[in-house]
C-alpha cells in the first residue's frame, strides 16, 4: 500500500490525510443537522432509487458525466498486459457508458466489456452509443444490492472490474453486499478499480439544512444520493470483503473553468483493490 504522498501528472495530489475544515465550513456541516431528512423520506429515497436514477438518464441523457479519459493514466492496469492477451472487464453502474468508450476509442482490442447499471434508461443509452459493438461488449440491466449481475456474467470470470463514483449512491447498509459481489465476480488475482467522492469534497459542505439523510449521506435535489468516503472505510470495506488493498488514498484536484468562473478544489478517493490468487 502506498504510504507517501505525490503529485500526479494533472497536478492532482494523492494524500492520505483528511482534508481540515475552517471554523466556517464546521459551521456549514453543523447546520445540515439543523433540519435532517425525515425517516420515512429517507426510507421512500431507498425503495426509488433506481426510478430517481432512471429519471436523472431521461433529463440528462449523455450529457451529465464527462467521458473518463483519466483512467488508463491512473490505472496502469488497464494497459499492463501483453497486446494478445483476452481481457474480460467489467464495469459496475456503468451509467452511459463514461469509462468504457474512451477505452473502445483507445483500441484495446483485447477488451471484452460487460456493463451493468440498474437504470434501464443508462443501458439504453450505452447500447446506442455508435461505439457499441456486440462482438465485444455486452450492456444489461443489473441492481448490485442483489445476484442480479450474474445472470450474465459468471462468477470467477472477470479480470479487471470497476466501481467509479457508483458506490456513493448506495446506502451504506448494502456497500459491502456490493464489495462481496465484486469479489465473487472477479478472477482470482484479479482487480477492482476504485474512485469516488472524498470526504469534506466541496460538494458535501455546500448541501443546505434539508438534504442529509444520515452522515456523511445525502439526497440532492433530483432524489438521488450520495455519500462521502474516509480512505479508513474503504480499506476496511474492501479488506473485509476479501480484497488486498494496493492503492487507497485521497486525491485533491481543482476543477477550473475560466469561461464559468469556476475554481472547485474536488476530494476523491481512489483505490485498487485485489482479489489474491
Ligand atoms: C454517478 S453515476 C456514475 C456512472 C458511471 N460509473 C460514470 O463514471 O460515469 C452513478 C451510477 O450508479 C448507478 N447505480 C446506483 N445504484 C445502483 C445499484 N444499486 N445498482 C446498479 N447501479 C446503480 C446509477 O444508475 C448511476 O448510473
Known amino acids: 500500500m502506498e504510504t507517501d504522498e ?93 469509462m468504457i468508450f474512451p477505452l473502445v476509442e483507445e483500441g484495446f482490442s483485447n477488451f471484452f466489456f460487460y456493463a451493468c447499471d440498474f437504470s434501464p434508461r443508462a443501458v439504453e443509452f450505452v447500447k446506442t452509443n455508435k461505439l457499441f459493438d456486440e462482438n465485444r461488449m455486452k450492456a444489461f440491466c443489473a441492481d448490485l444490492t442483489t445476484d442480479d449481475l450474474f445472470e450474465n456474467v459468471k462468477p470467477e470470470s472477470v479480470d479487471i472490474a470497476s466501481l467509479i463514483f457508483v458506490l456513493s449512491a448506495i446506502h451504506p447498509s448494502m456497500w459491502s453486499q456490493v464489495a462481496r459481489l465484486a469479489f465473487r465476480v472477479l478472477k482470482p488475482g484479479g482487480v477492482l478499480l476504485f474512485r469516488d467522492y472524498g470526504r469534506y469534497d466541496m460538494a458535501q459542505l455546500r448541501f443546505k439544512p434539508g438534504h442529509k439523510i444520515a452522515e456523511n449521506f445525502y439526497m440532492r435535489q433530483d432524489g438521488t444520493r450520495s455519500y462521502y468516503f474516509t480512505e479508513e472505510e474503504l480499506a476496511k470495506l474492501f479488506s473485509e470483503a476479501g480484497f488486498d488493498i494496493i492503492m487507497n488514498t485521497y486525491i485533491q484536484r481543482r476543477t477550473v473553468n475560466f469561461k464559468e468562473g469556476i475554481d472547485a478544489p474536488r476530494i476523491f478517493v481512489q483505490g485498487k483493490y485485489k482479489k489474491p490468487s
Not at 425525515?38 to 432509487?49: F, G, I, N, S, V
Not at 492477451?85 to 457508458?97: D, K, P
Request: aromatic share 10%; glycine share 6%; charged share 35%.
Open 6 to 98: 505525490h503529485v500526479g501528472e494533472n497536478g492532482e495530489v494523492f494524500v492520505h490525510r483528511l482534508k481540515e475544515l475552517t471554523d466556517d465550513e464546521k459551521q456549514r456541516l453543523a447546520q445540515q443537522n439543523s433540519r435532517m431528512i425525515p425517516e420515512a423520506k429517507a426510507a421512500k429515497l431507498e425503495r426509488e432509487a433506481k426510478r430517481h436514477w432512471d429519471i436523472f438518464y431521461k433529463r440528462n441523457e449523455t450529457k451529465f458525466f464527462r467521458d473518463r479519459h483519466w483512467t488508463t493514466r491512473e490505472f496502469q492496469e488497464l494497459i499492463n498486459f501483453e497486446s494478445d492477451q483476452r481481457i474480460v472487464f467489467l464495469e459496475l453502474g456503468c451509467g452511459v457508458g463514461n
